[in-house]
């Protein structure tokens, strides 16, 4: 209900996605001839009806991780990570329709559907069990918290085995689904964890970790014919620990991570042999639909290989590869000049594009240019022309009557691309690393002019210095003559560098580890570092200026920050915006933005009218906040026509989570509540957006209000 609240009044929404691929694997379901795979975004609906050609029909945009998927008749229901379950209806799978929603307190990892109930593997909150007899409201009913990670479960007549992660396997009963009861345990010192379950009668084949002396056992099979003491039968090894698996009458088929699939006879359980395996690099999961295999990688492989790859396995002497479904590139970069915005996608090659963003919901196509070798990238653009770093080459392209123009390529990788007047700095985390200088008078024919043997992930030039950041060094390079390039000096930031801008008279470097550092360069070769600000499970992939808003690119789920930087010594978190992928890079226009998604190009909107208008309706003769912005306490006037009212007060912090509670407060005709900016715990909390909700016993109506505490 808070993050229902909170989403409400956030001031940058995410809208629309273009160029949507996935990464695949994370799980499978099949009905008829559709494969339904869910990946870093969401769900695909692949027809492989021509199994050498398969098809996508559509795909379903999720807010989470979707890491678990069920197909039961036409719902299919989605283990969405912190989201939750969200249950659909695929009667028309071209228009998948979304019925219901339910959240739940953990991280939804996998799911079962039996009848008209959901068995839900929640992480650390155990199993949860949820009637979806109506899907438009599904209900939990009954739960049964694990002493470890629920992580992988399978459920059969009355019993769920679930795999606990390193507290082995449980097993409850769930006879009444409102009341789960324990029954048995499998666990033992030599036990390391337990991945994937299966149940086969009274058989219970598992993916894991077990030493059994003198030997790791991978792959192991359990009797479970008295359920209160489950015994080790049998198992045998792999040269990796393996993750998912499914098994078809005798066969089981195991993802063995970098060592391929591993394709076993279990026809006796106390004499398991492997027949053979397929090759191939981190299959991340995989189904069988006799006679086919499909099977998908995970994010830890080659770009080339983030596809579904079917199999013939109805000879296992000859298992044949005989299609393959390809996702789109990755989305590495933006940049925005005036109404037209230019995209930078990689897979095995790069791709630029240009489109005008006029109408920003509604993208036009003008050209695009596809150039070898991909992998990684950046795209700088000054008009008329336009720097790309991609994979191990620097190119040099004219954007001129909306049209691009190859000029020349270099091979030399680039991972920072800075032109200043007839001259080009370049710099580079891998080998061969450098910073280097090119006179670009004629930019047909670059010259490389000088280089110096540092390595670089960004740099912003300010008059004649680079600052340039690589792991924990920020180097202060002299540029003032480009042929004569020398380091000035170097600071220790202790963090690892990942992006820098130039704002005023400091640099803002984000960093890989989680945190935003200030630096002063008033003196240019005496850098100082003022203060570091905490930016939790952000990567800070990048980092972009629009006045005195400070937008970052999070690398992970947070999407993008925002922060004022009015006073650009303390930053203060005003704002964010979950996106679907993991945002990578961002343009700014002047009420948008456009994010590299890497798994999708997205658009976010500021929406301040409807937020102001909102406020205006909200606090008109109800109450008064101030000051906001505030540094130690918060004043909260009620204004109320009775003598007493009873008042409880709530904060949130930008995440939704609850950060203090002040309940049942009788106030006066004169009412005003004190909030002292600390948690529950009595201890302060950070600065940032937090969000204050009163709800009044008067007339019994609920008020939320942004407020801002700056120190």
């Known amino acids: 209900m808070v993050w229902l609240l909170i989403s409400l009044?956030?001031?940058?929404?995410?809208?629309?996605?273009?160029?949507?691929?996935?990464?695949?694997?994370?799980?499978?379901?099949?009905?008829?001839?559709?494969?339904?795979?869910?990946?870093?975004?969401?769900?695909?609906?692949?027809?492989?009806?021509?199994?050498?050609?398969?098809?996508?029909?559509?795909?379903?945009?999720?807010?989470?991780?979707?890491?678990?998927?069920?197909?039961?008749?036409?719902?299919?229901?989605?283990?969405?990570?912190?989201?939750?379950?969200?249950?659909?209806?695929?009667?028309?799978?071209?228009?998948?329709?979304?019925?219901?929603?339910?959240?739940?307190?953990?991280?939804?990892?996998?799911?079962?559907?039996?009848?008209?109930?959901?068995?839900?593997?929640?992480?650390?909150?155990?199993?949860?069990?949820?009637?979806?007899?109506?899907?438009?409201?599904?209900?939990?009913?009954?739960?049964?918290?694990?002493?470890?990670?629920a992580i992988w479960l399978d459920v059969a007549d009355t019993l769920a085995y679930i795999s606990d992660y390193y507290n082995g396997l449980l097993i409850l009963n769930v006879r009444e689904p409102s009341n789960p009861q324990f029954v048995g345990q499998w666990q033992n010192p030599n036990l390391s964890y337990i991945w994937a379950v299966d149940v086969i009668d009274t058989l219970l084949y598992v993916t894991g970790q077990y030493l059994v002396v003198p030997q790791l056992k991978h792959f192991m099979v359990l009797n479970v014919s008295n359920p209160t003491t489950p015994s080790y039968v049998y198992g045998i090894t792999f040269p990796e620990p393996p993750d998912g698996m499914v098994i078809r009458d005798t066969i089981a088929f195991v993802c063995d991570q970098t060592s391929g699939i591993r394709i076993v006879n279990i026809a006796n359980p106390f004499n398991m042999f492997e027949i053979t395996h397929i090759p191939g690099f981190y299959y991340n999961n995989l189904t069988a639909h006799n006679p086919l295999l499909f099977t998908a990688n995970s994010t830890y492989g080659n770009l080339n290989d983030h596809c579904i790859k079917i199999f013939d396995i109805s000879n296992f002497n000859n298992i044949t590869p005989i299609g393959q479904y390809n996702p789109g590139p990755f989305i590495e970069d933006v940049c925005l000049e005036a109404n037209t915005l230019f995209v930078l996608a990689v897979k095995e090659y790069a791709n630029i594009m240009a489109f005008s963003c006029v109408v920003p919901e509604s993208l036009t196509f003008i050209d695009s240019l596809i150039l070898p070798s991909g992998s990684r990238g950046c795209l700088v653009y000054e008009p008329p022309y336009l720097y790309v770093g991609h994979g191990d080459r620097l190119s040099i392209l004219k954007f001129n009557n909306n049209a691009f123009q190859h000029i020349v390529s270099l091979n030399s990788p680039v991972d920072a691309v800075v032109p200043q007047n007839t001259f080009l700095f370049t710099g580079t985390e891998v080998l061969p690393y450098g910073f280097r200088s090119y006179n670009i008078t004629n930019p047909f024919l670059p010259q490389l002019i000088d280089s110096l043997p540092i390595r670089c992930t960004d740099m912003a030039i300010v008059d004649r210095f680079a600052y340039v950041a690589y792991g924990n060094k920020l180097y202060v390079v002299n540029i003032e003559n480009p042929y004569n390039l020398f380091v000035a000096c170097s600071l220790n930031t202790g963090q690892y560098s990942q992006k820098i801008v130039k704002y005023q008279s400091y640099l803002i470097i984000g960093n890989q580890n989680w945190c935003l550092q200030i630096v002063d360069i008033s003196q240019p070769t005496n850098p100082q570092i003022i203060d570091t600000i905490s930016t939790p499970q952000s990567y800070n992939y990048d980092i972009v200026i629009n006045d005195s808003l400070l937008f970052v690119a999070t690398g992970d789920k947070r999407g993008v920050l925002v922060y004022n930087?009015?006073?650009?010594?303390?930053?203060?978190?005003?704002?964010?915006?979950?996106?679907?992928?993991?945002?990578?890079?961002?343009?700014?226009?002047?009420?948008?933005?456009?994010?590299?998604?890497?798994?999708?190009?997205?658009?976010?909107?500021?929406?301040?009218?409807?937020?102001?208008?909102?406020?205006?309706?909200?606090?008109?003769?109800?109450?008064?906040?101030?000051?906001?912005?505030?540094?130690?306490?918060l004043n909260i006037e009620i204004i109320s026509s009775q003598k007493q009212s009873h008042v409880v007060l709530n904060v949130y912090d930008a995440l939704g989570r609850l950060v203090r509670n002040i309940n049942g407060v009788s106030i006066g005709a004169m009412p005003s509540i004190i909030w002292d900016g600390r948690d529950g715990a009595k201890r302060p909390v950070p600065p940032g957006v937090y969000f204050i909700q009163i709800m009044n016993s008067e007339d019994r109506k609920t008020i939320i209000n942004k407020v801002v505490k700056i120190n």
């Open 9 to 149: 009044f956030m001031s940058y929404e995410y809208k629309s996605s273009w160029f949507v691929r996935g990464i695949y694997g994370w799980d499978f379901a099949i009905k008829d001839s559709l494969l339904f795979a869910t990946s870093g975004y969401g769900v695909d609906i692949i027809n492989f009806a021509n199994p050498t050609s398969p098809t996508l029909v559509s795909n379903i945009m999720t807010p989470g991780w979707p890491y678990g998927v069920e197909v039961n008749n036409n719902l299919l229901c989605v283990c969405d990570d912190y989201a939750g379950v969200k249950i659909y209806d695929i009667s028309n799978p071209a228009l998948p329709m979304e019925l219901g929603h339910i959240d739940s307190p953990g991280s939804a990892t996998m799911i079962v559907i039996r009848d008209t109930f959901a068995y839900l593997a929640d992480d650390w909150c155990g199993l949860r069990i949820i009637n979806i007899s109506n899907p438009y409201n599904p209900v939990e009913i009954g739960s049964y918290d694990t002493p470890g990670r």
């Open 565 to 633: 930087i009015t006073n650009p010594v303390i930053p203060v978190l005003v704002d964010s915006c979950d996106t679907p992928g993991f945002a990578q890079n961002i343009a700014v226009g002047d009420d948008y933005l456009f994010v590299a998604d890497w798994l999708c190009l997205g658009l976010i909107k500021r929406n301040s009218t409807a937020i102001a208008e909102y406020y205006a309706n909200a606090t008109k003769k109800k109450f008064k906040i101030y000051p906001n912005l505030f540094s130690d306490c």
